[in-house]
């Protein structure tokens, strides 16, 4: 089964290095979509949906955390969120998952500016469950 990917994220710069680190990997997808914040990505989703999202968090006109709130009550998917503010145990990391979020990563865990090894190793099998799982 073909997947689609959004990553929704207002640093055009951090978008490409998610795309990279995603196309270093074994997993293929059929169509990605890019988005500065919420807004625009629900409406690329009214004529283009995909299967699975990756989304920061703070992010002008349409932050993360209203975007998975619209995305799970209009486009349930799965949705992994990168963001620096995310931290592990922290209030953000909560009220992503239960706003619907399957997965949060700290953005900073992910070691960019070290090179893409370390986030392929954080991102990738994350992303994979993410395209297994069905909601």
């Given at each position: 089964m073909a997947?689609t990917?959004?990553?929704?994220?207002?640093?055009?710069?951090?978008?490409?290095?998610?795309?990279?680190?995603?196309?270093?990997?074994?997993?293929?997808?059929?169509?990605?979509?890019?988005?500065?914040?919420?807004a625009?990505?629900?409406?690329?989703?009214?004529?283009?949906?995909v299967?699975?999202?990756?989304c920061?968090?703070?992010?002008?006109?349409?932050?993360?955390?209203?975007?998975?709130?619209?995305?799970?009550?209009?486009?349930?998917?799965?949705?992994?969120?990168?963001?620096?503010?995310?931290?592990?145990?922290?209030?953000?990391?909560?009220?992503?998952?239960?706003a619907?979020?399957?997965?949060?990563?700290?953005?900073?865990?992910?070691?960019?500016?070290?090179g893409?090894?370390?986030?392929?190793?954080?991102?990738?099998p994350?992303?994979?469950?993410?395209?297994?799982?069905?909601?």
């Open positions: 997947k990917l959004m990553i929704v994220d207002d640093s055009a710069t951090m978008r490409k290095i998610i795309m990279r680190t995603v196309r270093m990997s074994d997993l293929k997808f059929d169509r990605t979509e890019e988005a500065g914040n919420g625009e990505a629900i409406e690329k989703l009214k004529s283009a949906p299967d699975i999202v990756l920061d968090v703070n992010m002008p006109e349409m932050g993360g955390l209203e975007f998975i709130r619209k995305l799970m009550k209009y486009y349930p998917k799965p949705v992994i969120i990168i963001s620096t503010i995310a931290k592990v145990g922290s209030k953000i990391q909560k009220t992503a998952l239960s619907g979020a399957c997965d949060v990563i700290d953005k900073e865990s992910l070691s960019i500016y070290g893409l090894e370390k986030a392929k190793s954080i991102l990738l994350r992303l994979k469950a993410a395209a297994m799982s069905s909601i």
